[in-house]
């Protein structure tokens, strides 16, 4: 199992995202701490939770907020409802989000976004 905190979840996502993720909150599940959600603001415009699902199965998901409350796990790139807890696919699934924001960006934005 590649992440197994939230505090882990939170760093890998900062990690891969650098400046372009602003950390918004971490959630725990009320009954099982080493569950719940970090939640970011990516690119300054799209809100993203990144979950450690159900224990004792060791996966992650990760959805996007639409209109401030609707999680939406699949993607046109893929569904990330379900990805293994090791590095590559949790890479793979930030790798996926990164793409799918610049998808729904404009380039006027993301052109200004990149040089600041």
Known sequence: MYITTLRELRSA??????????????????????RGHV????Y???HFH???????????????LVDGEVPVS??????????????SDLVEALRIVDQYCRLLLPDK???IFDDK
């Open 44 to 46: 300054e415009a799209l």
């Open 39 to 42: 939640r970011f603001l990516l």
């Open 109 to 111: 934005y993301l052109a």
């Open 74 to 87: 699949d993607f046109i790139l893929g569904d990330l409802s379900f990805v293994e807890n090791v590095e």
């Open 13 to 34: 996502v900062e990690e891969y995202y650098g400046g372009k993720a602003r950390y918004l909150a971490t959630r725990p599940s009320e009954n099982e701490p080493e």
């Open 50 to 64: 990144f979950v450690i699902l159900d224990p004792p199965y060791s996966s992650l998901g990760v959805s996007r």
